[in-house]
């Protein structure tokens, strides 16, 4: 949901804001620029295209400029073309500005100035800010970027990541965060900054993560923050992280695109997430994270699961297995609903904020709406120091390493995986039995290598979805333990083919969607080793008298020439069997994907993580 790159220091910027901005692209990528100050003068240059078409159009001179900003966008106000691409700047060329988010009150802003005879050249809310900004130091000789930037943002509602460039004091950039993220680079007589560490890591791995409502002033060799709230709450120096994280998880590593790379690093990923959690004495998990002792984990009466996308599928897998290794009632709901129906916060519930980049918009103020309400809400994120994170205070660190894909894989996978872990925690000081506790455990070390062993299969998955790819639709059907399988595998094979996949729970089939189903339209029948593998398939005879195409993905057997095609996957614990299913509708997705030439990382219209509404 755009990316931010800022840096300043004594090596060319525009190389730096290249790199930045292809690390960060993941994160929008509709258009593309950079301004630098290269003798006292802005120089700009954008594009409409991706990051790679900008560096094509900077070519390969070494600049004159060591400071500069740089943005790649994901358009919300105004269409993807080179005129909106960031950064933006007032009329006199003094300021440029690059921005994530949305400045709701844009509109009056941009009413007033106009009265005021400001002309725009852009469609944008950001520009507003670039002119707000000019018009403050051009009222006071006195006034310091910092002090305009101030002044202009208390006028400011909406959310922002923000980083100013003044031609006239070149050796500072003026950062501000509220509601998206950004993080200061500390490097030797040079600094950074960005909307993610993805962009920094390759340079410094001591950060400083802004709060909301934070200003700083970022010189090359000192740094100090400020708050809108009150400038003389201080000017402040914070104590840097040091990340955990090289440039090297940010590569390709031989892989062709992000997505492939990620799933095949799912093995990898699921043993982060269990090292030093499983106890096998106790046949229980560990969760450093969760500060909450047996009584009050003993105390809760309800688990609800709130994410968007694929973090939502996530926490509906989480809610079953919560339910079944618990049982304690559990469910999930979209982030993005429970933050506007005046939800009914009940004190002995334990909701989990679930977010890969822990900073979807709508989750976190889902978060923010609980905490108001006196809901206990944990956050389950993959992002160390995300606003997600920090804002729920206590929780589950997925580990599952840097995602750059916009399809989520190896997260969602991770995020599983801790739910199961949180779980067996939760049914472990209630009625589950250590024997089943054992299983769990045992069930959860296994998982690695058998994930391993589906992606040896690739081959034949990439085969049985180059046979369906051309289908205009497809239904994902699933029931129960199924369900939430089916659904996130829909949402992969929308997300980057663009085939039209809805999912089905199995025995709504008969209810209405049956009517769909004929020769053009094949089915994904998710059929796990359950009590209900009769039923499902019956499911599948249902669509095969129509007609209809059937892919089996199964851990059990099946009569043979039931299905016109079958995905094996390895039987696991039954409550973990959802976590191995997932793994062949990644690969089925993907390949479909490649055959129809999509651009697997960057799907259209989506971003990574959306901090927007
Ligand atoms: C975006 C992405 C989805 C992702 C969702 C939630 O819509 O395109 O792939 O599942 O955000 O992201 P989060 O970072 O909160 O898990």
Same mark, same amino acid.
């Given at each position: 949901m755009?990316?931010i790159?800022?840096?300043?220091?004594?090596?060319?910027a525009?190389?730096?804001?290249v790199?930045?901005?292809?690390?960060l692209e993941?994160?929008?990528y509709?258009?593309?620029?950079?301004?630098?100050?290269a003798?006292? +003068?802005?120089?700009?240059t954008?594009?409409a295209?991706?990051?790679?078409?900008l =560096?094509d159009?900077?070519?390969?001179?070494?600049?004159?400029?060591t400071?500069g900003?740089?943005?790649?966008r994901?358009a919300?106000?105004?269409? /993807?073309?080179?005129?909106?691409?960031?950064?933006? @700047?007032?009329?006199?060329?003094r300021?440029?500005?690059?921005?994530?988010?949305? !400045?709701e009150?844009?509109e009056a802003?941009r009413?007033q100035l106009?009265g005021e005879?400001?002309?725009?050249a852009t469609?944008t809310d950001t520009?507003?800010?670039?002119?707000?900004?000019?018009?403050?130091?051009?009222?006071?000789?006195?006034?310091?970027?910092?002090e305009?930037?101030?002044a202009?943002?208390? =006028?400011v509602e909406g959310?922002y990541?923000l980083?100013?460039?003044?031609?006239?004091?070149?050796?500072?950039?003026?950062v501000?965060?509220?509601?998206?993220p950004?993080v200061?680079?500390?490097?030797?007589?040079?600094?950074?900054?960005?909307?993610?560490?993805?962009?920094?890591v390759?340079?410094t791995?001591q950060?400083i993560y802004?709060? &909301?409502g934070?200003?700083?002033?970022i010189k090359?060799?000192?740094?100090?923050?400020?708050?809108?709230?009150g400038g003389?709450a201080?000017?402040?120096?914070? @104590?840097?992280?040091?990340v955990?994280?090289d440039a090297?998880?940010?590569e390709?590593?031989?892989?062709?695109?992000?997505? +492939?790379k990620?799933?095949?690093?799912q093995?990898?990923?699921?043993?982060?997430?269990?090292?030093?959690?499983?106890?096998?004495?106790?046949?229980?998990?560990?969760?450093?994270?969760?500060?909450?002792?047996?009584?009050?984990?003993?105390n809760?009466k +309800?688990?609800k699961f709130?994410g968007?996308?694929?973090?939502?599928?996530a926490?509906?897998?989480g809610?079953?297995l919560?339910?079944?290794?618990?049982?304690?009632?559990?469910?999930?709901?979209?982030?993005?609903e429970?933050r506007y129906?005046?939800?009914?916060?009940?004190? &002995?519930?334990?909701?989990?904020?679930?977010s890969?980049?822990?900073?979807?918009s709508? @989750?976190?103020m889902?978060?923010?709406?609980?905490?108001?309400?006196?809901?206990?809400v944990?956050?389950a994120?993959n992002v160390?120091?995300?606003?997600i994170?920090?804002e729920?205070?206590?929780g589950?660190?997925?580990?599952?390493g840097?995602?750059?894909a916009v399809?989520?894989?190896k997260?969602l996978?991770?995020?599983v995986?801790?739910?199961? #872990? #949180?779980?067996?925690?939760?049914? =472990?000081v209630?009625d589950l039995?250590a024997?089943?506790?054992?299983?769990?455990?045992?069930?959860?070390?296994?998982l690695?290598?058998?994930?391993a062993g589906?992606?040896?299969a690739?081959?034949?998955?990439?085969a049985i979805?180059?046979?369906?790819a051309e289908?205009e639709?497809?239904f994902f !059907?699933g029931r129960?333990?199924?369900?939430?399988v089916?659904?996130?595998?829909a949402?992969?094979?929308?997300?980057?083919?663009?085939v039209h996949?809805?999912?089905?729970?199995?025995?709504?089939?008969?209810h209405g969607?049956?009517?769909?189903?004929q020769h053009?339209?094949p089915?994904v029948v998710? !059929?796990p080793a &359950?009590?209900l593998?009769?039923k499902?398939i019956?499911?599948?005879?249902?669509i095969?008298?129509r007609?209809?195409?059937v892919i089996?993905?199964?851990s059990?057997?099946?009569? &043979?020439g039931?299905?016109?095609?079958t995905i094996?996957?390895p039987?696991?614990? /039954?409550e973990l069997?959802?976590?191995?299913?997932?793994i062949?509708?990644q690969?089925?997705a993907?390949h479909?994907?490649?055959? #129809?030439?999509r651009d697997?990382?960057k /799907? +259209?219209?989506l971003?990574?993580?959306? @901090?927007?509404e």
């Open positions: 755009c990316g790159v800022g840096y300043i220091g004594k090596r060319d525009t190389p730096v804001l790199e930045g901005l292809h690390r993941y994160r929008g509709d258009s593309a620029g950079l301004a630098v100050i003798r006292g +003068r802005l120089q700009l954008k594009t295209g991706r990051v790679q078409d =560096r159009k900077l070519g390969d001179k070494p600049g004159k400029a400071v900003i740089g943005h790649t994901w919300t106000h105004g269409e /993807p073309n080179e005129t909106n691409a960031h950064p933006h @700047t007032d009329a006199g060329h300021i440029a500005v690059v921005h994530n988010g949305i !400045i009150n844009a802003l009413a106009t005879g400001v002309r725009f469609e520009e507003c800010l670039a002119h707000l900004v000019a018009r403050e130091l051009e009222a006071s000789d006195e006034a310091t970027l910092e305009a930037v101030v202009t943002l208390r =006028r959310a990541g980083a100013f460039l003044d031609t006239k004091n070149p050796d500072q950039l003026v501000a965060r509220n509601g998206s950004l200061l680079g500390l490097g030797e007589s040079e600094m950074f900054v960005a909307s993610d560490v993805a962009a920094l390759r340079y791995r950060v802004l709060d &909301d934070e200003v700083a002033t090359a060799t000192d740094y100090h923050t400020t708050t809108l709230a003389a201080g000017n402040s120096v914070k @104590t840097p992280t040091v955990d994280a090297d998880d940010y390709l590593g031989g892989f062709s695109d992000y997505m +492939r990620e799933i095949y690093e093995p990898d990923a699921i043993r982060r997430a269990v090292m030093g959690r499983l106890d096998e004495r106790f046949a229980t998990a560990k969760l450093g994270g969760v500060n909450l002792d047996a009584r009050e984990l003993r809760i +309800r688990v709130l968007c996308g694929s973090a939502y599928y926490g509906q897998m809610a079953a919560v339910e079944e290794l618990a049982r304690i009632p559990a469910d999930a709901e979209p982030a993005s429970f129906r005046s939800p009914v916060v009940d004190p &002995d519930t334990l909701y989990v904020a679930v890969q980049s822990g900073e979807t709508d @989750t976190l889902a978060v923010q709406e609980l905490k108001r309400k006196g809901g206990q944990m956050g994120v160390v120091g995300s606003a994170g920090r729920c205070g206590h589950i660190f997925l580990h599952a840097p995602e750059v399809a989520s894989t997260a996978t991770n995020m995986v801790n739910f199961a #872990l #949180l779980s067996l925690l939760l049914g =472990r209630r039995s024997a089943h506790g054992t299983r769990v455990v045992n069930g959860l070390r296994n690695p290598s058998q994930v589906i992606l040896n690739e081959a034949e998955i990439a979805a180059h046979r369906y289908a639709h497809m !059907i129960v333990r199924g369900w939430p089916a659904r996130e595998g949402q992969k094979l929308k997300e980057i083919s663009y996949a809805e999912a089905y729970q199995a025995g709504e089939l008969k969607p049956l009517a769909l189903i053009e339209m089915s998710v !059929i &359950d009590d593998i009769a499902n019956s499911t599948v005879e249902q095969k008298a007609g209809g195409p089996a993905v199964t059990v057997e099946i009569p &043979d039931l299905a016109d095609a094996r996957v039987r696991a614990e /039954p069997e959802p976590i191995l299913f997932n062949p509708l690969l089925f993907y479909a994907a490649a055959k #129809l030439g697997i990382d /799907p +259209r219209n971003a990574k993580s959306v @901090t927007v």
